[in-house]
Nanobody, 126 residues
Framework: QVHLVESEGGLVQPGGSLTLSCAASGPSVSRSVLGWFRQAPGKEREFVASISWGIGGSRYYTNSVKGRFTISRDNTRNTITLQMDGLKPEDTAVYYC??????????????????WGQGTQVTVSS
């Protein structure tokens, strides 16, 4: 069992920056793949970024955020952060933190696979 709590999102102007964090707790969190999905209005939930456990964990990003978003992990505090720079209106969505035992399970967006946070709204608008 893993419990996830995301930080508040917010309203940001295009080109601005925002950092999301996710605090994870539970007996298996240190061995979990952690990361983020997002869901825009009228669209399916999509993978954003992930990071595996261990020192120098492998990082993966969806193509649309590469070079703009950075995911990091603090294993001593069981937290992950998503630094979002160069935000665009199309980044507007509810962002969900997720934990899963392996990469394949993590990438599967089915709500009953892995553990999910409650979601936090990010709005990019002028």
């Amino acid at each position: 069992q893993v419990h996830l709590v995301e930080s508040e999102g917010g309203l940001v102007q295009p080109g601005g920056s925002l950092t999301l964090s996710c605090a994870a707790s539970g007996p298996s969190v240190s061995r979990s793949v952690l990361g983020w999905f997002r869901q825009a209005p009228g669209k399916e939930r999509e993978f954003v970024a992930s990071i595996s456990w261990g020192i120098g964990g492998s990082r993966y990003y969806t193509n649309s955020v590469k070079g703009r978003f950075t995911i990091s992990r603090d294993n001593t505090r069981n937290t992950i952060t998503l630094q979002m720079d160069g935000l665009k209106p199309e980044d507007t969505a509810v962002y969900y933190c997720k934990a899963a035992p392996d990469s394949a399970t993590f990438r599967n967006k089915a709500p009953d696979l892995g553990y999910w946070g409650q979601g936090t709204q990010v709005t990019v608008s002028s």
